[in-house]
């Protein structure tokens, strides 16, 4: 019996074992981001990664191994790919990272994939990848669903509200900020220098995008908005009630899906 | 002297005159999708040229031809792209040819370039696009800034109260809806047939993506709410509004870079 | 009942009724292109979307929205890409849209699509895109059929005598010429100047292409060959007689496909 | 001193002597293509290599390693890819070889490369891989030129009037037909079977290209016209009169480009 | 003062600085593959990561997150891509991901890149895409360089023969056996289930690669050789003895480079 | 009855008639390189050929049109590709092009594909190509199989010993050494210069490879070890016995593949 959900750490038999057992698999989806002086440049890995863990625990699930390198850094969502410290890959290898991961699990008889992505700007290439391969499973007559997400669209008004008390910026310009901070003061506070946070105004951004970018437009702590009024208690919150509405949203999902899959449809599992 | 804005209708010394005068180029970018039965399914194009020929007018800018086949419709937006008579390429393709037209009009001498999106879908993949050109011409010492937008993201808020009073469903439904249909009913009435709305709630989908996506979500009519409420004034308010607040910010950008050209930099021309 | 052709007007359910009867998609293929002083950048557009739409007339068929944008103008035959406001892709990026038009096609039902070519530089570039997407569907089994044209492979030898009397400077040369000059005063004579044509001699050109292009090679008119002696009777003789003989061709072509076509394999039609 | 022209059969201190007196480096390329049961897999390359090798000797260059497979055969030009023996590269390739092999000539100090196409499908391809590299050369400054061409298009109207004596079935044809034939029998004799040659009438095709292909449309010798009328003494006239004609074109092509080298641009050289 | 060498847990301005200092940065490159009953499926990302921050600590590097899919596992060096678990990325990706990774390091001022690859296949695509990122940096003008290496090919003969007393089967059934349990058990016992190793003969394969794989070649383990006899005293040993001659090599490496590098280079620093 | 194994000198119907009799394609793959003053820069092609030839006559085979450009020298294996006259493809091109031919010969109805490697560098991109296009047939329910190897890895123990009587100074520097220069003399004498043979001692190179390349790492002969030692007895030993053991491994692979095949598969084959 497994004492982890996470494929890093699983030997290729027990992970075997799980998807033959009907286990989704999990992706979590991040990237290597400048978020200011007080947080690390994996924040979005590591919070994608434990909401991953969260769900895989409620759903009887796999983490597969995160994407750590995600695409360019936005201006007006993460402060612009001309930063420092932000690595990030182009559209074409985000798109093909995306479709051979859904190819690769399907292989190994998964029938569920969940893309739990943590950075903004990854989202369309991430839809994309796994658009083209759910079109080609389902020309090949596999059976085999992907559903993709960002956690974000999980926080309802009234966690916000108890959080900010009226005083919420607006997600675009949540990089770096009191969500981010909070949560990760809650899942990782040594990785967290809560002195170091640059209390500066939100930033100002046009609504839309002009490249090069200004780099003035930036705040010079990299972050969009102050992580001054970030919480231990904040983070908690935030985890709870996203990783439930979560598990409630993707598990009917699954629940649905393995209503419709055919007695004979029984997973493939392939062994040496 | 020119009397339209419109590059297709432009012959080539004409146009060279105006590249050489400073016009930013202008680029409408829609899509080739079902908007029910009573829009035509190349509303997204339509709406994209008509705001880009407001806003040529208003910066002296030319109007280019539009891009008329958008990325894939998702069924959070635009229905889904499982729908026949939705004609879409992939992100790929719509990355490449964003990218070689920056650099085409950047070729002919053009300092700035807008891309004007009618189509929720594309933008990501515009981004990228713009983003790899943007940077080579960078690279090679070229001052070429691009501008990227969605034309909705300057309907202000007051515009929506006035024409909604308060039963604005959201944008994440106004796929063939009142304001597209109101739009097109000011500025194609002949192409628009309001009698055959079908008058449907607005579409109930999760705050997720599925793939391949469960055909029932989509309401039969392919738009996610009902047009029943449009009219021709509606339209005229939001495409006055509307293109005054893209004229107003996108004129201050291009005073901005303007500003900042070296007086040595005079626009290249090619001629033969 | 429809009264349009276009695709660009139809809304979806008038257009799945079409495709639903065995309508052919035909997809004009132009280019944005300098055709010198006289004629609109978009000329090739508009001459193939002309002779699309006469054969769509002809055989119960559905006109595409254009490709508005093509491959590279070369030197010996469109006076180079060199030129400002000839606007071009890359092979690949035509490769890419010729393949997905025809599976997106496909995908809506239909069983034949045409590719009408008005810019010479496009063909083999249509031909690969084609090439890809028949392939991919034979291997799926799906029994579609693609056919790929240029409009003046139609044009007979009486015609072009009856029109120069001798004179005809020959195709390689025919660029912003007596033929396209001649189209465009039937079709749009108010995208025409006639008072700016450029009389000079035809271009010599050498019989291989060098690049980069020497530019004093091509006239300054940017046309290969004067087009004086234009007439709008000469432009209604040449698209009288060049698209019955389309629609001959085509037609036969098409009949023979339907009688190829199983009893069982109605078109298919996805709707929501 | 050299015996040899073939880069194949020289040693690369004596390529790089060549190359720093300022040779040209031509490159044939061909296919590998059915023609016919009296011809081999290679004629293509066999007399793009002839031809460039006549050149090499006239121009003072360096004939590179033949590109022995191809674009893909089309019926109305070569009777089709289906056939087998027909071996073919897809669009993308083609353009990448034509790229990588015009920058690496130029790597190595050439300063004017040749691409010698002997099979009619791969001329556009080939024209795109030496428009990206010289593009790229001019951008990073290098002052490179690339010249393409087919052959034939070097084969004057008397030649052919004097082999074919008013019966010349046109070019469109002219697949394992007489003029390849003769060619080859003067060429290499050895290789050519004639007892086989399937004396049939010329292929009838239409003035499109229909794909899938109609395999009935090629004549069971995969010929598009018949070799039976082939003979040595017009294939040596052929190759006399069109290698000269080629040296002709391009040696004065060759002039006009050293003319304009500044002097300070001696070709440059690596060596270990 | 940091206390830490990874990437992932340094703020972007610590970052920042530790680059402005000159550190290289050195990228662990793994996979996800199938390493038998009794190892994780991260193996050689773990190992890779160790030996990486082993050569960070004693060259004052940094240490970028891993990559942790690689490329296809091959029967003869991995067991083959067949089996399940294993989780692999086409070449292209490997390259795009090694190219854009190599430039956006240089980006942040990096000098020096260095990727220490733990897993066989990926090797000859990474070296295609830090080819191609360090031939594009020196067309720019930048001198950056980047170092490629495995691992393994810094173990000495006399640690293999102190460890095996003559019996080391050979480097290609080296997956899954004595060197990789070994190392995990000194690193990440933890993650070892040395109760599950199955003790078989090593695997008999041919000296050539044979697709698709014969499933049979490949022991039902999926390791190529037995673990039984790993210790982790054996893996003290090779991290210490490995560790060492790489901070010797690398070492010695970086410093030439940095004695080549002119005073007015210094390292670029792009901040907010 | 054919009296040549190779595809470039067969007519199409020969080559049908021997596929048709279940022969299976050989491919040699080379490389234009670089060998030094002595050796020709097609020297990895003939090796490649001669083998491929031996074990087709071996085995009842074709031997397919050489590849003759191969990926980039590495300069541990090949002294670098910054040495003029090396003339060498990107790792995506060499993937395409054994992928292609792979599904060519296939199409053509052959069930075994045997890619004959001559130049170290290519054998992954191989690989990719190779298993891109058998995951790709067996998708489709064809079964076919790939071989791929590289010839010296046939070179036993033995015949090293006898040749070198204990000097091998190792695999990794043979780049024109003694191995290469004694096949070449016992095959194609008249293109070695024996005369012109620089004695110089084998290169010491580093155990990581290093981009951009040190040249002065590599000797100035361009070779990694010298070939004085050559014979022509050397290279008949080496021909002799490597082919013997190819034709053994191989076509006991063959005799294997062809068990498998059930009675119903006889290979296919398409004829106009």
Redesign the interface.
């Known amino acids: 019996m497994p004492t982890t959900v996470l ?10 074992e799980m ?1 033959g057992r009907g286990a989704p698999v999990i992706v979590p989806v991040g990237a ?1 981001e ?9 924040t979005d ?1 590591l919070l994608a990664k434990a909401m991953s863990t969260r769900l895989a625990e409620a759903v009887d699930g796999v983490v ?3 994407v ?2 995600g ?2 850094s ?1 201006q007006r969502s993460g ?1 612009g ?13 985000i ?3 995306a479709r ?2 859904t190819l ?2 399907a ?3 998964a029938r569920q994939v969940v893309f739990l992505n943590g950075h903004f ?1 990854n ?3 991430l ?2 990848g ?3 391969a ?2 080609e499973l ?3 007559g596999e059976d085999v ?5 960002s956690y974000w ?2 926080v309802d008004d009234e966690t916000i509200e108890e959080i900010y008390r009226g005083a919420f910026p607006g997600w675009d310009v949540e990089h770096g900020g009191v969500l981010e901070t909070s949560l990760m003061l809650h899942l990782h506070p040594e ?1 967290v ?1 809560l002195e ?1 946070v640059m209390d500066l105004p939100a930033a100002q951004l ?7 970018v200004r ?1 003035e437009l ?5 972050c969009l908005s102050s992580a001054a009024a970030a919480s231990e208690s904040a983070g908690r919150l935030l985890l709870d009630r996203t990783s439930a509405a979560l598990a409630a ?2 598990g009917a ?1 699954l629940r649905t899906a393995s209503d419709l899959i055919p007695a004979h449809a029984t997973p493939r ?4």
């Not at 420092?84 to 290898?93: H, I, Y």
């Not at 599992?269 to 040496?272: G, I, M, Q, S």
């Open positions: 494929m890093e750490e699983l030997d290729a038999f027990t992970y075997r998807i290597t400048q978020h200011g002086p007080h947080l690390p440049l994996q890995v597969a191994a995160p750590v390198y695409y360019k936005q402060g790919n001309h930063l420092a410290g932000t690595t990030s890959l182009d559209a074409t290898t798109i093909a990272i051979t991961l690769e699990f292989r190994h008889g700007e989202y369309q290439f839809y994309e796994v658009e083209l759910t079109t389902k020309q090949r669903s992907a559903i993709l997400l669209d999980f990785l220098r170091r046009p609504r839309y995008d002009r490249l090069p780099p930036t705040p010079i702590s990299g949203a993707i999902e599992f392939t062994t040496p």
